[in-house]
């Protein structure tokens, strides 16, 4: 069989080429004449699947190594008779990690403490679940809305959109996108929506740029009804708002999940999908992948908060200030756009925290449990 592979997908040739012939082709140059008589097609979310590519192909299966699936016509796809696949939490404890990330950097530069705060999780399924624990092992009180889920569950843990948004000192949006059905998220975060935050409240959205109205948070920020937004996430990627961005607090360029691990989950899960579907034997093991070291962090807290110490083990792992500052400046003359999408195609590799062993000194009672609730590696005590 052939398969043929974007280039970004994480050791795809070394995952698939088990299966038969590997053509690696650039995201953005994949088109009819490449995929005409391939069995398979492997993508990230860079490369739109739908009719235009696919139509009088050989094409049995395609599969995005990415957790969403925004650039698929699954609608088609399913018509056509081709099986697809994602690959749902790949990035998940990714991008928890930005979340935390964003959050460490700016209560250490605005001089506030994240304990004892109240952060409105909306959106509370892979990703959303795991930035409530982090935030939860923060010593912060979570408030989680998501309808879906609590019409599945039934579990009052779930509140309404009105009480997380009044209630809540943050605001963090972990919604799929969705234009229809009972609970639509396209431009959810909207005048009505801002209208109802906490005055001053902290935004991010490390979600889908298109779950947020650019111009409903340009106004939030103009009447300080948000007093600070982080954005991972734009409308028109990657043709971003540069007036948007000259405003946000922190601004990244849609890599919040970009971290080695979350990558090559995303390429493991659809190589599982692929060889299911061709009845193959799996043979490619993701653990010998040889990818970047973590390492070892050392901090000493003696006179330091607890926030402070782990601030300073998050930044060597993820340095959110280095995205945020790539993203507003390049070379001479480049376009936002360009740079927004030469940032991504180029993102270095980079281990989550449990890659990471922290040892602290002069700690205090409750920093460990605290580094370990976020992530990272402790040794026992000798």
Same mark, same amino acid.
């Given at each position: 069989?052939?398969?043929?592979?974007?280039?970004?997908?994480?050791?795809?040739?070394?995952?698939?080429?088990?299966?038969?012939?590997?053509?690696?082709?650039?995201?953005?140059?994949?088109?009819?004449?490449?995929?005409?008589?391939?069995?398979?097609?492997?993508?990230?979310?860079?490369?739109?699947?739908?009719?235009?590519?696919?139509?009088?192909?050989?094409?049995?299966?395609?599969?995005?190594?990415?957790?969403?699936?925004?650039?698929?016509?699954?609608?088609?796809?399913?018509?056509?008779?081709?099986?697809?696949?994602?690959?749902?939490?790949?990035?998940?404890?990714?991008?928890?990690?930005?979340?935390?990330?964003?959050?460490?950097?700016?209560?250490?530069?605005?001089?506030?403490?994240?304990?004892?705060?109240?952060?409105?999780?909306?959106?509370?399924?892979?990703?959303?679940?795991?930035?409530?624990?982090?935030?939860?092992?923060?010593?912060?009180?979570?408030?989680?809305?998501?309808?879906?889920?609590?019409?599945?569950?039934?579990?009052?843990?779930?509140?309404?959109?009105?009480?997380?948004?009044?209630?809540?000192?943050?605001?963090?949006?972990?919604?799929?996108?969705?234009?229809?059905?009972?609970?639509?998220?396209?431009?959810?975060?909207?005048?009505?929506?801002?209208?109802?935050?906490?005055?001053?409240?902290?935004?991010?959205?490390?979600?889908?740029?298109?779950?947020? &109205?650019? !111009? #409903?948070?340009?106004? %939030? $920020?103009? @009447? *300080?009804?948000?007093?600070?937004? =982080?954005? +991972?996430?734009?409308?028109?990627?990657?043709?971003?708002?540069?007036?948007?961005?000259?405003?946000?607090?922190?601004?990244?360029?849609?890599?919040?999940?970009?971290?080695?691990?979350?990558?090559?989950?995303?390429?493991?899960?659809?190589?599982?999908?692929?060889?299911?579907?061709?009845?193959?034997?799996?043979?490619?093991?993701?653990?010998?992948?040889?990818?970047?070291?973590?390492?070892?962090?050392?901090?000493?807290?003696?006179?330091?908060?607890?926030?402070?110490?782990?601030?300073?083990?998050?930044?060597?792992?993820? &340095?959110? !200030? #280095?995205?945020?500052? %790539? $993203?507003? @400046? *390049?070379?001479?003359?480049?376009? =936002?756009? +360009?740079?927004?999408?030469?940032?991504?195609?180029?993102?270095?590799?980079?281990?989550?925290?449990?890659?990471?062993?922290?040892?602290?000194?002069?700690?205090?009672?409750?920093?460990?449990?605290?580094?370990?609730?976020?992530?990272?590696?402790?040794?026992?005590?000798?």
């Amino acid at each position: 069989m052939k398969t043929v592979c974007a280039a970004s997908v994480l050791a795809g040739r070394e995952a698939f080429e088990g299966l038969g012939e590997v053509v690696v082709r650039p995201d953005d140059r994949i088109g009819p004449a490449d995929v005409r008589d391939a069995d398979a097609l492997i993508v990230r979310s860079k490369t739109r699947v739908d009719a235009r590519l696919l139509s009088g192909s050989s094409a049995q299966f395609v599969g995005t190594a990415t957790a969403g699936f925004d650039h698929f016509d699954t609608a088609w796809l399913e018509a056509a008779g081709i099986a697809w696949c994602a690959a749902p939490g790949c990035n998940a404890n990714s991008v928890s990690e930005y979340v935390v990330a964003a959050l460490l950097h700016l209560a250490c530069r605005d001089g506030f403490e994240l304990a004892g705060r109240t952060l409105g999780v909306i959106g509370v399924g892979q990703v959303g679940s795991r930035v409530a624990a982090k935030a939860e092992g923060l010593g912060m009180r979570v408030l989680r809305n998501d309808p879906p889920l609590q019409l599945a569950t039934g579990d009052p843990a779930f509140l309404p959109l009105d009480e997380v948004l009044r209630g809540s000192d943050i605001v963090t949006l972990h919604v799929p996108l969705t234009r229809t059905g009972p609970c639509p998220t396209f431009h959810m975060a909207g005048c009505d929506f801002f209208a109802r935050l906490r005055p001053g409240a902290l935004f991010l959205n490390a979600a889908r740029g298109e779950a947020m &109205d650019t !111009e #409903a948070l340009g106004l %939030a $920020l103009d @009447r *300080g009804i948000v007093s600070r937004a =982080v954005l +991972d996430v734009w409308e028109n990627e990657p043709a971003i708002s540069a007036a948007l961005l000259d405003r946000v607090a922190l601004g990244t360029p849609h890599i919040a999940g970009y971290s080695y691990d979350g990558r090559l989950n995303g390429t493991a899960a659809v190589y599982s999908e692929a060889c299911r579907f061709f009845e193959a034997t799996p043979g490619w093991p993701p653990a010998e992948c040889a990818g970047p070291a973590g390492g070892l962090l050392e901090a000493d807290a003696r006179g330091r908060s607890d926030e402070e110490v782990l601030r300073s083990l998050v930044r060597p792992v993820y &340095d959110i !200030e #280095a995205d945020d500052a %790539a $993203l507003r @400046r *390049g070379p001479p003359g480049e376009m =936002v756009a +360009d740079r927004f999408r030469r940032l991504r195609h180029s993102y270095p590799d980079r281990r989550e925290f449990p890659s990471w062993t922290v040892r602290l000194a002069r700690g205090s009672p409750g920093l460990s449990g605290k580094a370990r609730a976020l992530g990272f590696r402790i040794p026992p005590c000798p």
